[in-house]
């Protein structure tokens, strides 16, 4: 009698105390500009689709979704599933769009049609996902090595012996960074954000680098050029409730860049748009918003090389983790995967 009345209380106990474990859930999200849908390489598709299947991301948003014969997430969604894989797809209009192993309930285009936002189902709870692709003229990061930042110009600035004349003008690099148009995509997108939609996660391409990678630390390197740069848009997230994953798991800018940009792909020519410097930069991030979300894993994604002053480089990034390294890559970014538990 004993015994039985111990293995009753013993089934009790564990229906009604389960472990933390059994209240929080991990899904794996990844920021991929897939580069003009991978047609700047020869069966770009195919190496897209062959990252996909070895990183098995739970997640994945696309950027640079130009659907140039048809929906091409859609082809991608067929492809995978012919390997055995099963994504929901999600589009929304403009260039963003997603793949989701969990589904898709609605979706709507927002940060002034730079932003797809999309509310998945993960177990019964809502999770909020949305892909940015923020304008990427005026892009500021480029003055202080030397280069004007588009359009119409991505040229070199040059005193009168043709030499590089680095911007060292903080003031002047962050009014020429506002003169874009990605402050205002990104107050459109948190202005529209409701209470509700949350946890949320943004990722993306967002053509503007970080705050935290432009302090003390590096700016001597980089061809910073001495400079400490506060950039808007991520501190405007960060003072929004958004964390930015890779820094949460990786603080030391130092010791780890994270840079996704760059990159080296498998043709043999040059993604560098600053020949003459260094602009290896974290431009493509995974953010986070909402309470009880801890950072399980993150990591780059695509080869170690990057461009420098032309050539290919994997200097100072031997403590970051990088994933799908030997597989042929198609874009000129690197991509960015993250491993999340949400809690309760």
């Known amino acids: 009698m004993k015994t039985k009345i111990g293995i009753i209380l013993l089934a009790f106990l564990l229906f009604n105390c389960q472990p933390e474990s059994d209240n929080e859930q991990n899904v794996s999200f990844m920021a991929f500009n897939i580069y003009q849908e991978g047609t700047k390489v020869d069966d770009g598709f195919t190496h897209i689709k062959n990252v996909l299947l070895n990183v098995k991301p739970d997640v994945v948003g696309f950027t640079e979704v130009r659907n140039y014969s048809g929906d091409w997430t859609s082809k991608m969604q067929k492809a995978l599933e012919e390997n055995g894989v099963k994504y929901y797809r999600g589009y929304a209009g403009g260039d963003t769009s997603i793949l989701s192993k969990y589904p898709i309930k609605n979706s709507n285009l927002t940060g ?7 509310k998945l189902e993960v177990n019964e709870k809502d999770i909020y996902v949305a892909v940015a692709h923020l304008d990427y003229t005026k892009y500021a990061c480029y003055l202080p090595r030397g280069y004007y930042g588009g359009t119409p110009n991505w040229g070199e600035i040059t005193n009168n012996k043709g030499e ?38 943004l990722l993306g391409d967002f053509n503007e680098p970080s705050h935290l990678d432009w302090q003390e630390e590096t700016k001597n390197l980089y061809d910073h050029n ?22 949460e798991k990786y603080p030391n800018a130092l010791k780890n860049p994270g840079f996704t940009w760059p990159s080296e792909m498998s043709k043999d020519v040059s993604t560098s748009w600053t020949p003459k410097a ?27 090389n990057y461009f420098v002053r032309n050539k290919k480089s994997s200097e100072n990034v031997e403590n970051d983790v990088f994933l799908a ?12 995967f993250a491993t999340l538990i949400f809690k309760n």
């Open 164 to 201: 590089l004349t680095p911007v060292k003008s903080v003031d002047s690099i962050l009014s020429y960074n506002l003169s874009s148009k990605r402050d205002e995509q990104l107050k459109d997108f948190v202005s529209n954000l409701k209470d509700s939609e949350k946890p949320l996660i």
């Open 226 to 247: 001495g400079l400490v740069v506060n950039w808007q848009n991520s501190l405007f997230l960060k003072d929004k409730g958004f964390v930015d994953v890779y820094r």
């Open 112 to 118: 002034k049609n730079s932003i797809s936002k999309f």
């Open 325 to 336: 390294s030997d597989l042929s890559w198609p874009s000129d970014h690197k991509a960015v």
């Open 278 to 304: 260094d602009e290896r930069d974290r431009i493509d991030f995974v953010y986070y918003l909402g309470e009880d979300i801890s950072v399980e894993n993150i990591a780059v994604v695509g080869s170690k």
